[in-house]
């Protein structure tokens, strides 16, 4: 039987949608029977947003003033900048953001509709260019900084005329960042900072970025850190490139060798660096897994692009079973990351980041080895693993290059483990991992 119009698959509607081609030929099929059973154990949702979930009047607010913005910046006829500030003025660039912080006081839920209306209308999206700076620069700074800093820090970086990075990560402290070892010395109204930081993503394009430093090492290892501003281009700071088995070089180590940083640069009180990094980390799994992408859009539409260019006898029964799965739980994750926008309309995201980031990097994984597989021999082929050194985050291009770049989805903004720990802990109230470094001062716990 063909799946008719408006039938629903996994509580989704699938009328006009491009799968809906592979998915009417599936009755019957395990993955339409795995597709119901699922869709019977899952609270109902809806494809698109309940209009009863948003204000009538907010909506139609926000879209006034995107047609206004649209209607006196033409996109086509000023530059990036130009555009992405007026949009920043307006209220436009991060619409839950309170009024002049580049925001109208409003709930994140408009934030699609805003994205819709001003793609159609050919605005740019720099996005991929500072996605540190957008999705965790912008919400720390409005949670911890002074009113100096919001006003100094957030327009130039929406505008990407400053892009951002996030220095956490160090050779001994990944999953574990709170073990850093990088130190920050008070000297009068500075701070004197030495110590390596690792995978910093896009440090060799960035302006400033958001350190974690230890300040008082005699403290249990969370108390003892404190947060701070960073100028990249300051004197004793050396950014190396790590080079990807893409070819691409994204990611850095960074050396702070005797960087003075003012205290004027610090995010929030000494000793409490602990409380904003839980901010950054928070914002940071959202902006990695928790995106709300138009329907059958990024790595699923090249799956089933793929799909459509095989010949006949290259499609079985089997891969079709495997495509339309793939896409399923690809809507399921929009679906659940649409539930956990409408959840935290405002403030800081809470554990349902990590369901959203730890679902987008297995089945990012899982959908780009199913395009290997599609492509049988041709998977094989790669064009040139020559170092690049890209200026924006995550990576873009054929098949096979996702393919080897979405193996760093399990590991960047917190690995797969560490997720699973969030949400065994936070959510299911299971007991903690064991710790033998509780109450101990950093100093005395041993590290290697």
Same mark, same amino acid.
């Given at each position: 039987m063909?799946?008719?119009?408006h039938? *629903? ?7 006009? *949608? ?11 099929t ?7 059973? #699922?869709?019977r154990?899952m ?7 309940d209009?009863a979930t948003l204000?009538e009047s907010?909506?139609?607010?926000v879209?006034r003033l995107?047609?206004e913005?649209v ?19 307006a209220?436009l660039?991060?619409v839950?953001f309170?009024?002049?912080?580049g925001?109208?006081?409003l ?9 819709a209306?001003?793609?159609k ?6 996005v ?13 700074i409005l949670?911890?900084g002074t ?5 100094? #820090?957030?327009r130039?970086?929406f *505008? ?17 960042v ?7 010395t008070?000297d009068?109204d500075?701070?004197?900072?030495d110590?390596?930081k690792?995978?910093t993503t896009?440090?060799? *394009?960035?302006r400033?970025g ?8 005699e403290?249990?290892k969370?108390?003892g850190l404190t #947060? ?7 004197p004793?700071v ?6 990807? @088995? ?6 850095n ?6 960087v003075?940083?003012?205290?004027s ?9 602990w ?15 928790g995106?709300i ?16 260019s095989?010949p006949d ?5 089997a891969?079709?079973d495997?495509?339309?799965?793939l ?5 399921v ?8 926008a ?6 800081t995201p809470?554990?349902e980041g990590s ?10 994984k ?13 998977? @094989?082929?790669y064009?040139s #693993?020559e @170092? ?6 995550g ?20 690995t797969?483990?560490?997720?699973r ?5 936070r ?6 991992d064991?710790r033998?470094?509780?109450g101990?001062p950093?100093?005395?716990v041993?590290?290697n």
């Open positions: 063909i799946i008719p119009p039938a *629903t698959v996994a509580g989704t509607w699938l009328s006009g *949608t491009p799968a809906l081609s592979v998915i009417s030929a599936l009755s019957g395990p993955a339409l029977r795995r597709c119901n059973r #699922y869709r154990s609270v109902s949702v809806s494809a698109a947003p209009p204000s907010d909506e139609a607010h879209e995107v047609d913005l209607a006196s910046k033409p996109p086509a006829l000023c530059s990036e900048v130009e555009f992405l500030g007026a949009q920043f003025d209220g660039a991060f839950h309170p009024v002049g912080y925001g109208l006081g709930s994140r839920k408009l934030a699609p509709v805003i994205s209306r001003l793609q209308a050919g605005a740019p999206n720099l991929a260019r500072n996605a540190i700076g957008y999705g965790m620069a912008a919400p720390t949670a911890l009113e100096e800093q919001k006003r100094r #820090y957030l130039p970086l *505008t990407c005329e400053e892009i951002w990075c996030q220095l956490f990560s160090e050779p001994g402290a990944g999953s574990d709170a073990s850093l070892a990088t130190k920050a008070r009068g500075e701070w004197i900072l110590g390596q690792v995978w896009l440090a060799h *394009t960035s400033f958001m350190v974690l430093a230890r300040t008082d090492p403290a249990e969370h108390n #947060y701070f501003v960073v100028d990249m281009h300051a004793g050396e950014v190396r490139p790590l080079r990807q @088995m893409t070819g691409d070089a994204e990611f180590e960074v050396f702070f060798s005797g003075r940083v003012p205290d640069e610090r995010l929030g009180p000494v000793g409490e660096g409380r904003g990094a839980i901010v950054t980390l928070m914002n940071e799994r959202v902006s990695i897994g995106s992408a138009p329907r059958g859009s990024g790595p699923i539409s090249t799956a089933v692009g793929i799909w459509t095989l006898g290259e499609r079985s029964a891969k079709r495997r495509l339309v799965s896409w399923i739980q690809a809507e994750l929009r679906l659940t990351n649409m539930r956990a409408a959840a935290s309309a405002l403030g809470g554990p369901t959203g980031k730890l679902a987008y990097a297995e089945i990012n899982s959908i780009y080895e199913f395009c290997v597989d599609l492509l049988g021999a041709r998977g @094989m082929l064009d #693993y @170092m690049r050194r890209p200026d924006g985050a990576g873009h291009g054929s098949a096979t290059r996702m393919f080897l770049r979405s193996r760093a989805n399990s590991i960047e903004g917190g797969s483990e560490v997720m720990n969030i949400l065994g802990e959510v299911l109230g299971l007991p903690g064991v033998v470094d509780k101990v950093w100093s005395k041993p590290r």
